[in-house]
């Protein structure tokens, strides 16, 4: 106990000191672990300051102004003008075509015009089958397939050629109608391409024929395929389709007469034939293959082309019978043995260039969906034209197309030899009517000197075959002339429905033309940033066409070129004839 007290005794003695040490001791293991903490903190709220600083400068980099609240208001007032003004150019697009879409009032009488005045687009106001009521007087119907013969003829002379072919009205009917045309179809291959003779001689010593060749057996072609009820009594829908193919019939030759200008006789025009022309279901977006121009066949090549582009019968030639000929020509002389199919499938394609149905057609134009849309604006009809044509004169034709009142949007292009055409022509009238054309190359039209140019494939082996070759036929009358065959769509537009488009509807999982709105957003992005790139730098170096052609090979055997393929003189403005290449079952010599 004493020496507690001792004990006691010392602290209170030194107490003031020993506190005062526990006091700092104590102070000073505060102040670290405060200050510790403090650290730690706040290294890591200023990693994370400079963390957002960094991205917003990144993102100010790729975005200069960044979207806000102010930025969202201006940008809708942005998207209204241009929905305005996309409204805006519907409604002209469509008024300037109600101009060019008339329905012949003087011909058919207005009582016969005014059931289809407000039909627009028709199949939202006709079903398929037709419902009680939706069928207009069957005398309207008849008396629009008397139109149709008398119209034709008028309509050939817009090309200035001269229409041959015999149109069925209702009432006709038997093996004729459904064999696509008059039973002397058949035989009309022998004059169809570049006819057997010469036309009759005016006063002025000028040879009096038209300016345009259209063979007959094309002619024929055309009748079964845009009027495959020709023969009996059209429905409403055949009525109205018919209409509109007599309507785009007419733009085609209108390009033709734009091409030719003021061409007078053959020898000024610059398209001589046609071939064919075609839309709707029978036309195919297919791609050609490019071949050099000018390359004889080897081996057994030529008969083979022959035949295929003679003798075919599928839907890859410009005739040739489907279900909807089929049923016209059954019901015209047999009667109906089945339900006719809707006269709209497979006439429109969709934004892909595919054929289309009757019923998808019908629940796009009734969707309000925003997918549907395009289909809502426009149908898309699918034309293609098989031209003889001057080689020089190409960039006319495609020109034409596109300043045509109602416009041709070209997606294909291929160019054959002028062989191509004239095979071809022979394949059509029905499917069977000019047989012995396609075999021989265009009728007696053919050119023994060139080694029967077109005939069973086999040009540049000139009349080897036959005693040597010494022996020289009359020249071509147009040696600078190839075929073309122009793909490409006719836009028929609906009347304008804002509400129809969906636009309340869109998301970014919207999808479009085959990719979601986000993925067009992107791809706009990065054209953009790539256009600004490329406009920074300096354009690549491109090689011109001339350089990226292989060097020509050597050939000590090459043969002497025929007389009419010689080189031109020095101081004429205008090209070599194309060659006469052979395609082999139909491709291209040209793709584009």
């Not at 050629?161 to 009205?169: P, T």
């Not at 199919?341 to 796009?364: H, Q, W």
Request: charged share 20%.
């Amino acid at each position: 106990m004493d020496q507690l007290k001792q004990s006691f005794a010392a602290a209170a003695k030194y107490g003031f000191w020993i506190g005062t040490g526990a006091i700092t001791l104590g102070a000073l293991v505060i102040w670290f672990m405060v200050t510790g903490a403090l650290v730690e903190e706040n290294n890591s709220r200023t990693s994370k300051i400079k963390s957002d600083v960094s991205a917003v400068s990144t993102l100010r980099s790729e975005l200069s102004e960044h979207p806000n609240q102010i930025s969202k208001a201006a940008m809708d007032l942005l998207v209204e003008g241009r929905q305005a003004e996309v409204l805006q150019v519907w409604q002209e697009v469509y008024d300037a075509q109600r101009d060019i879409l008339v329905w012949p009032e003087e011909e058919l009488t207005t009582e016969f015009v005014d059931e289809f005045r407000d039909l627009t687009p028709i199949e939202t106001h006709i079903a398929h089958p037709p419902e009680d009521g939706q069928e207009i007087p069957s005398s309207y119907r008849n008396l629009y397939a008397y139109y149709i013969k008398d119209v034709l003829p008028s309509i050939a002379e817009i090309a200035k050629a001269e229409w041959e072919a015999e149109f069925r009205s209702a009432g006709a009917g038997g093996m004729d109608a459904m064999m696509g045309g008059p039973m002397d179809s058949m035989m009309s291959g022998m004059e169809g391409y570049g006819g057997m003779g010469r036309g009759p001689i005016n006063i002025a010593g000028v040879e009096d024929v038209p300016l345009v060749d259209w063979p007959v057996s094309s002619q024929s072609a055309i009748i079964t395929e845009l009027f495959p009820w020709q023969g009996r009594t059209p429905s409403t829908l055949e009525v109205y389709y018919s209409q509109e193919n007599l309507w785009i019939l007419r733009q085609l030759l209108a390009i033709v007469a734009d091409v030719n200008g003021e061409a007078q006789q053959p020898f000024e025009a610059k398209i001589h034939v046609i071939n064919h022309l075609s839309l709707g279901k029978k036309v195919k977006f297919t791609a050609g293959s490019i071949q050099k121009p000018g390359v004889a066949m080897t081996g057994g090549m030529g008969m083979d082309m022959g035949m295929d582009m003679g003798m075919g019968m599928g839907d890859d030639m410009y005739g040739g019978m489907d279900s909807g000929d089929l049923y016209g020509g059954m019901d015209s002389g047999m009667g109906t043995m089945s339900e006719a199919p809707d006269p709209v499938d497979n006439r429109y394609v969709d934004t892909a260039y595919e054929p289309i149905d009757g019923a998808t057609l019908r629940s796009a134009l009734e969707s309000e969906s925003p997918e549907d849309a395009p289909l809502k604006v426009a149908k898309r009809v699918p034309v293609m034209m098989s031209l003889q044509i001057d080689q020089r004169y190409i960039p006319d034709l495609l020109a034409a197309c596109g300043s045509a009142p109602l416009m041709v949007e070209v997606k294909q292009v291929r160019i054959l030899p002028k062989s191509a055409g004239s095979s071809a022509v022979g394949a059509m009238g029905g499917g069977m009517g000019g047989g012995m054309d396609s075999m021989m190359g265009g009728g007696m039209d053919m050119d023994m000197g060139m080694g029967m140019d077109g005939g069973m494939g086999m040009g540049g082996m000139g009349m080897g075959m036959m005693g040597g070759g010494a022996s020289q036929g009359p020249k071509e009358k147009f040696p600078l002339d190839v075929t073309v065959e122009v793909y490409g769509l006719i836009h028929i537009y609906n009347p304008p429905d804002e509400d129809k488009l969906g636009v309340e509807q869109v998301t970014e999982d919207t999808v479009l033309d085959g990719e979601t709105m986000a993925q067009s957003a992107e791809e706009d992005l990065k054209e953009g940033s790539n256009g600004a790139g490329a406009g920074a730098g300096t354009q690549p170096a491109v090689d011109t066409p001339d350089s990226a052609l292989p060097p020509p090979a050597a050939d000590p055997d090459a043969t002497t070129p025929a007389e009419d393929a010689t080189t031109p003189d020095a101081n004429e403005a205008s090209p070599q004839p194309a060659g006469e290449a052979s395609v082999p079952g139909g491709s291209a010599g040209t793709t584009g």
